[in-house]
């Protein structure tokens, strides 16, 4: 009998088929746009297999994980998942796994590229040029190789970026819950991160210990002119708290792929700081990165329709006789 899989993300239908062609039969159901709780609901019900939503719209509280008795796998193809209360598909027995490192490449690209747009002055001389200006004085920059900056999560994003500093030259500090092992980089305390470095840039998953984990407080301990950047999800920064040490001008600038609230509303007044560097959460959207999500979750689930264990589960659960066999 086919496998049913219902696909929440912004893929065909036919995409979803293509990548079994020839070796599973599967049963693919693809969810309207705009979001509808009733039709998630419905659909994810029957559904053996689930390919969660990328951008966030679709989510997946407790409520609807309860009805998911035929549910094995909730597939994110992306780092993040925020969205799915994972912890309650844990008691379901349902692994939830994401696609760890697919993007790391991408994002630790953005991430040079926006300490360089913020110690360059980049994209504010652009503006300048294009308004009219030659704003050459303003423009006196520092060396990327001559900076200390301290990575806050030293994982398949985090490894991949110190070894893009360490190529500039620069001295690179971290700190992570775990020990890593990366030649020329110094592990430090959070405390001492943020009292040393001149750019302190984000790389962590959000959960309930790291929302809010660059606080006001957090922001207060870091140099005065020092630089942010948050590649990570939005409300690991206290968005407000941020806003308050740029205007107080204790912080230098800031790089920000993502928010508190995306969009960002129109009015936030981080629109109309000169010295913040923006995208719209766009840090890991490759043509590259894009086609290694699609091959993620088709190997993920080819494995548990082959009967095995899939991998990158984040919330422990182990299929075990649930398997297809």
Request: charged fraction near 25%; charge should be negative; include cysteine.
């Amino acid at each position: 009998m086919p496998a049913r899989i219902v696909c929440l993300s912004p893929y065909s239908k036919k995409q979803v088929e293509d990548l079994f062609a020839g070796r599973h039969s599967v049963g693919v159901v693809t969810v309207p746009d705009p979001p509808a709780p009733d039709d998630v609901l419905r659909e994810c019900t029957l559904a053996e297999l689930v390919i969660a939503d990328k951008r966030h719209k679709h989510r997946m509280p407790r409520e609807v994980l309860e009805q998911m008795r035929r549910c094995l796998l909730i597939q994110m193809p992306a780092v993040g998942y925020d969205i799915i209360d994972h912890r309650a598909a844990a008691e379901f027995g349902i692994a939830v796994a994401n696609a760890a490192g697919y993007n790391r490449d991408a994002v630790a690209d953005w991430t040079v590229m926006a300490i360089l747009n913020l110690v360059r002055r980049g994209s504010w001389g652009d503006r300048g040029m294009r308004d009219g200006g030659w704003p050459k004085p303003e423009m006196l920059g520092h060396e990327l190789g001559a900076l200390t900056i301290g990575i806050v999560g030293l994982g398949n994003v985090g490894s991949a970026l110190a070894t893009r500093l360490l190529a500039f030259g620069s001295r690179v500090l971290y700190t992570d819950i775990v020990e890593r092992s990366f030649a020329g980089v110094e592990r430090v305390p959070f405390e001492d991160l943020l009292q040393r470095a001149d750019v302190v840039t984000v790389h962590v998953p959000l959960d309930n210990e790291t929302h809010h984990m660059i606080d006001a407080g957090a922001l207060t301990r870091m140099r005065k002119g020092a630089l942010l950047v948050n590649a990570s999800r939005g409300p690991v920064v206290d968005e407000k708290a941020l806003i308050a040490a740029l205007e107080s001008g204790h912080l230098g600038g800031a790089g920000l792929d993502v928010f508190e609230q995306e969009p960002t509303p129109a009015d936030n007044p981080l629109r109309r700081m000169a010295n913040v560097f923006f995208s719209p959460h766009v840090g890991g959207f490759t043509s590259e990165s894009e086609a290694r999500a699609l091959d993620v979750v088709r190997d993920n689930l080819t494995r548990v329709l082959d009967g095995e264990e899939p991998s990158n589960v984040v919330n422990g659960v182990r299929l075990g006789a649930r398997l297809r066999r």
